[in-house]
C-alpha cells in the first residue's frame, strides 16, 4: 500500500480536556475507565453505609431516608465555611474531583483522597452490617 492511503488523524478523533488539551482514544478510554471504577467504589461506600443502617432496623424507608438525608446534609455540610474541619470526613466532599479525570495532566491528590476515604467507609460500614447482623441472630 501507499503510505498517503493510510487514514490520519482527525482532530474529531480526540478528546478535548478541560485544560484545552486534546488526548487520544486510548487514553480518553481509560480515563473513562478510571472513572467507572472510581464511582463504582463510591457508589459501594455508601451501599455499605446503607447496609450498616439496614443492620440496625427492619424499616427500609428509615435506610433509605438515612442514607439520601445524609448525603445532602453532607453536602450542605460542605458549603459551610466554618466547618471545614468537618469536610475531610465527609464522603461527599471529593465527588467533584471525578472531574479532574478530564483534566491535563490529571490532578490525582483528590482522587487518591476520595479512594482512600470510601475505602474507610466501605470498611466501617462493613464492619457494623457485620455487628449489626451478629447481634441481632445472637
Do not use: K, M
Not at 487514514?7 to 480515563?31: K, M
Not at 424499616?59 to 448525603?71: K, Y
Amino acid at each position: 500500500r501507499d503510505l498517503h492511503s493510510f487514514p490520519t488523524r482527525r482532530s474529531s478523533d480526540l478528546l478535548l480536556t478541560l485544560s484545552g488539551s486534546a488526548v487520544d482514544p486510548a487514553n480518553a478510554l481509560a480515563r473513562v475507565g478510571l472513572a467507572c471504577g472510581w464511582t463504582a467504589l463510591q457508589t459501594a461506600a455508601v451501599g455499605a453505609v446503607a447496609l450498616a443502617v439496614s443492620a440496625f432496623t427492619v424499616r427500609p424507608l428509615v435506610v433509605i431516608a438515612t442514607v439520601l438525608g445524609g448525603a445532602i446534609v453532607a453536602g450542605v455540610l460542605t458549603a459551610i465555611p466554618s466547618l471545614g474541619w468537618l469536610r475531610p470526613w465527609l464522603l461527599v466532599s471529593d465527588w467533584a474531583a471525578l472531574a479532574d479525570l478530564l483534566r491535563d495532566p490529571v490532578p490525582t491528590d483528590s482522587l487518591w483522597y476520595g479512594v482512600l476515604l470510601a475505602v474507610g467507609y466501605l470498611v466501617a460500614g462493613l464492619a457494623l452490617a457485620l455487628l449489626g447482623t451478629l447481634r441481632r441472630e445472637a
